[in-house]
């Protein structure tokens, strides 16, 4: 899989299957069940090391997490797209330090980097963009700034919001971004933001099923989680024979489009 590819499928109307990852096994297990994109997401702070955010996540973390995806997708002989998250602390300080970070991430296997936010992070990403490295962008709900957000709750549902992230989405397509997860604003939000993007893939998670694409924490997909699981997610393992199944059943349902169901996303 690659960024073009990738493209294609968004012009195509194809939808695209992606879920987290952070280790061999089950990278090589999501690649096998047809997994577009592998993210090595900063959840793994949350659902790894045991955190109350993603915060603490160290880009010395992410590096480590990401070698080992990289290499379960070369022993499973893989095809999927690997993006590794730019922790918080390793891109907000300049751009000298956000393509030093991403050097380090895309040496370590990852093939695009994904960052947090809208407005100062445009001119961020444009930096990337004209050196090589393909960057997927993140809007709504973003984890590593949830406390100025004050907590995880939708974003987007006044007018003034909603057109806040109408106009950065703008911005960062026009920056060069390749993908952009929309995170927990409103269905019809999402919906108009894809259309209205020129050649960025939305990838949506709780904003309904008008993106190009969808992403979940596997271990959410998976009925797995020390806190209290999100409303828009779906267990798959619930009806599947092992994960092997869970996963597959996870990439058909977001291929068909049953998956998510926009009567789970009443904001």
């Not at 809208?118 to 961020?124: E, F, P, Y």
């Not at 960025?200 to 924490?217: D, E, H, P, W, Y």
Request: charged share 15%; hydrophobic share 45%.
């Amino acid at each position: 899989m690659t960024t073009r590819q990738i493209a294609e499928m968004r012009a195509n109307g194809e939808k695209i299957a992606v879920l987290t990852a952070y280790d061999a096994t089950f990278a090589a297990a999501a690649d096998f069940a047809g997994v577009d994109c592998i993210m090595v997401g900063d959840s793994l702070g949350m659902v790894c090391q045991g955190r109350s955010s993603t915060v603490g996540v160290s880009l010395e973390s992410m590096l480590y997490h990401t070698q080992c995806v990289a290499q379960g997708l070369v022993r499973a002989e893989g095809s999927a797209l690997l993006i590794a998250d730019l922790p918080f602390g390793s891109y907000q300080h300049s751009r000298d330090q956000a393509i030093g970070s991403a050097i380090q991430l895309m040496q370590a296997g990852a093939q695009m980097v994904k960052l947090e936010g809208g407005g100062w992070t445009t001119d961020v990403v444009a930096f990337l963009v004209e050196r090589g490295i393909p960057v997927c962008g993140h809007l709504g709900l973003t984890p590593q700034t949830v406390s100025a957000q004050g907590g995880y709750r939708v974003q987007g549902r006044e007018e003034a919001a909603a057109e806040r992230i109408r106009t950065e989405a703008a911005a960062l397509d026009a920056a060069g971004a390749a993908m952009m997860v929309l995170e927990m604003i409103p269905a019809r939000l999402a919906a108009t933001i894809s259309g209205e993007m020129k050649s960025c893939a939305t990838i949506g998670i709780g904003a309904g099923n008008g993106t190009a694409g969808q992403v979940l924490v596997m271990h959410d997909m998976l009925g797995l989680n020390l806190g209290r699981m999100a409303k828009f997610v779906r267990n798959f393992l619930r009806e599947a024979d092992d994960v092997h199944a869970a996963f597959a059943a996870y990439v058909a349902a977001v291929k068909d489009g049953s998956f998510p169901d926009n009567r789970q996303h009443a904001w």
